[in-house]
């Protein structure tokens, strides 16, 4: 009987498909790219994750003051400054016509957190400015619980000539991980960086 229940167990693992052992849709279809330290700003670091169709989601690092202080976020405006909402950005059409463009330290956003605290976002990349994320107004805590899928910041075209200059002036995940291993060295602190996986 005993070996009975092994075998079922045996035949439920192979027919059940392990979800873990699949990679996700991030790791599937993007390039994961990093710009640290955006005007200078220690901890102020960014996640571009690239789309093979050269469309680039902005999103936090996992060393952004945000995710790495575990903060609460409260709001998400982009209204970013008296002039320009990022929300009137109206991308149209094969070359996105009528987007908004920005420049690598456009700003996205701005996050509140609960402590009272604000963080400005950076586009980090030049180009259109495809779409903002609107679930962010309704869902701010997105941008930490899920930051690498849901709760990305924004989407932005670059020009086709520029990109792999763009692309180059970023860095690797090997090189944004000798940055934050470097950083560690220097502060001879310990610091807790999340897991870059959503669950």
């Not at 059940?16 to 699949?22: F, G, S």
């Not at 901890?43 to 952004?64: Q, R, Y």
């Not at 690797?172 to 807790?192: A, C, F, G, R, W």
Request: proline letters at 4%; a neutral charge; charged letters at 25%.
């Amino acid at each position: 009987m005993e070996s009975q229940e092994i075998s079922n167990e045996k035949l439920k693992q192979n027919i059940e498909p392990n979800v873990y052992e699949y990679p996700t849709v991030v790791e599937r279809y993007y390039i994961k790219k990093y710009k640290t330290a955006v005007k200078g700003q220690n901890g102020n670091d960014f996640c571009i994750l690239c789309h093979s169709n050269k469309l680039c989601l902005v999103t936090l690092a996992p060393s952004h003051s945000i995710l790495r202080e575990k903060k609460n976020v409260q709001s998400v405006s982009f209204q970013v400054d008296k002039k320009r909402n990022r929300l009137e950005s109206q991308a149209s059409g094969k070359n996105k016509r009528n987007a908004q463009f920005v420049s690598e330290t456009g700003v996205v956003c701005l996050v509140t957190c609960t402590d009272g605290s604000v963080y400005t976002i950076y586009s980090c990349v030049k180009g259109r400015l495809v779409e903002v994320n609107t679930r962010l107004l309704d869902n701010p805590s997105l941008l930490v619980s899920k930051p690498w899928s849901e709760g990305y910041v924004a989407i932005i075209l670059p020009k086709l000539q520029e990109y792999s200059s763009q692309m180059g002036a970023l860095l690797s995940p090997e090189d944004y991980q000798l940055h934050i291993d470097t950083l560690q060295m220097q502060n001879n602190v310990e610091k807790e960086i999340p897991e870059t996986t959503d669950d």
